[in-house]
């Protein structure tokens, strides 16, 4: 059964303090993983689609990472308006449903 | 803007009501989705559809009731066999419905809380 476990569960930072976000999955075999962030009472925003261990993609201060077993979220240099929760998420290539984390909050105080 | 657009916001159920949530597509996306939040859990597939007049269970269907006669829209109805269902419901949709190469990137709505009173 394909699984995804996201950790911490909350992280606080200052800003400027970079971090890493992590998402542990199992698939049967990997159609992609994606990231999203949400922010409070609103729907998830897509992020980056990572696609095959080794590729990386990057936009402004988030850089997402991928292996076999992992995906990564670093955030450099961190802001404010970088407070959200952030989504990890899996397809896998039997199937067609998307299989979400319980999502990692992230805090960014000034 | 292309986009989708879920009503109401915020709404509120009597014990023993059934509540539809609209959902509505301007994309020309192929495949929709509900999803179920709470806090605390990630969010769980409800129903999908790939095409117009068809639809699929997800992993928590019991107690909730979908149709799917257009392609620009997809409502969830919340009956009241559903036990629990205050929670917050995200309606999404995506290009592709099941071809490969390339996986489904999810376009998601704002939104929409349900609260039993």
């Known amino acids: 059964e394909d699984q995804v476990t996201q950790s911490p569960e909350a992280l606080r930072l200052q800003e400027g303090e970079s971090s890493s976000l992590n998402c542990s999955y199992t698939v049967s075999g990997l159609r992609g993983l994606f990231w999203y962030r949400q922010d409070p009472g609103k729907g998830p925003e897509f992020l980056f689609t990572?696609?095959?261990a080794g590729e990386e993609k990057e936009k402004e201060r988030l850089k997402a990472t991928l292996t076999k077993k992992e995906s990564f979220l670093h955030i450099t240099a961190p802001k404010p308006e970088d407070s959200a929760t952030y989504l990890c998420a899996v397809q896998d290539t039997g199937g067609f449903k998307t299989i979400f984390g319980a999502g990692t909050r992230l805090f960014v105080k000034a | 803007d292309g986009g989708i657009t879920q009503s109401p916001k915020y709404l509120f159920r009597k014990e023993g009501q059934n509540v539809t949530l609209s959902c509505e597509q301007n994309l020309n996306h192929d495949a929709m989705y509900w999803y179920r939040q709470d806090p605390g859990q990630g969010l769980r597939l409800i129903y999908y559809?790939?095409?117009?007049?068809?639809?699929q269970k997800g992993d928590i269907a019991e107690g909730y009731s979908v149709s799917r006669e257009k392609k620009e829209s997809f409502p969830l109805t919340v009956t009241s066999a559903q036990k629990n269902p205050t929670a917050f419901y995200l309606c999404a949709s995506s290009m592709e419905s099941s071809r490969p190469p390339g996986a489904n990137v999810l376009t998601f709505g704002a939104g929409s809380r349900l609260t039993v009173l």
């Open positions: 559809s790939q095409i117009v007049n068809d639809f």
């Open positions: 990572l696609y095959s």
